[in-house]
Each structure stands twice: as C-alpha cells, then as structure tokens.
C-alpha cells in the first residue's frame, strides 16, 4: 500500500457555532481504513457539545490555547502539550477557557467515527 498524503486544501470542513473541525484522515476521505485525525478549533468562551464515540477511542492533544475538558466524572486543566486519552462510550466536551482560539488535533481508532450527542 502507498501512503497518502493530505494537501491543506484537501481537509474536509465542518463549520460548526463554537468553532469548526478540520479532518485530514478518516475513512470516508478514502485514505485510511483503521483511524481517523482531525484538528479541532474552538473560539474563546465557547464549547463543543458533550458527546461519546461508542465505536472508538479518542486521543486529544492540545496544540495552542487553554481548554477545560470534562470526560466522564474528571474535570481538568489542559494547555499547550497536553493529551487526553478518552475511552470509547466516555461523555466528554471541551471548553475554551483562554482569550485566544483553542485548537488540538483529535484522533480515533476507527476509520468510521461515530458521534452521540452532538
């Protein structure tokens, strides 16, 4: 198999009212069969909804900006060079509590994310 490579003007777009997803692998882009990867953005005082993956892991690591992120019962802190690993079925959400655009890249375990609650 050759790899595949994700040109920036290639990523597909999710606009969304707190901030927009960014998605450079997943199996409905046809360039991979096993995970997916993304960049999320959120605006400063927004949240993305609380939500689960039932089918999938996340793995969420902090690029810029200052979030508060809620999975489960924990509740924490999270800035620059900081990751979360979220197990498949934990209700989880992020909060930009900063002064500027929050953004991290997301990953899943599956080629086929699927999302509850958003």
């Known amino acids: 198999m050759s790899a595949w490579v994700t040109r920036a003007g290639d990523r597909e777009v999710e606009h969304t009212g707190w901030g927009r997803l960014e998605w450079m692998v997943a199996g409905r882009l046809g ?17 993305n909804p609380r939500h689960h993956h039932p089918n999938c892991d996340e793995v969420l690591h902090v690029l810029q900006g200052t979030i508060e992120h809620v ?32 953004v991290f890249v997301i990953s899943f375990s599956s080629a086929d994310r699927q999302t509850v609650g958003e």
């Open 31 to 47: 360039n991979s069969t096993t995970m997916t990867v993304g960049r999320c953005h959120i605006a400063p005082g927004k949240a």
């Open 71 to 102: 999975a489960g019962d924990q509740r924490v802190a999270m800035g620059p060079g900081d990751t979360i690993s979220i197990p498949a079925g934990v209700v989880h959400n992020a909060t930009n509590v900063g002064d500027d655009e929050a």
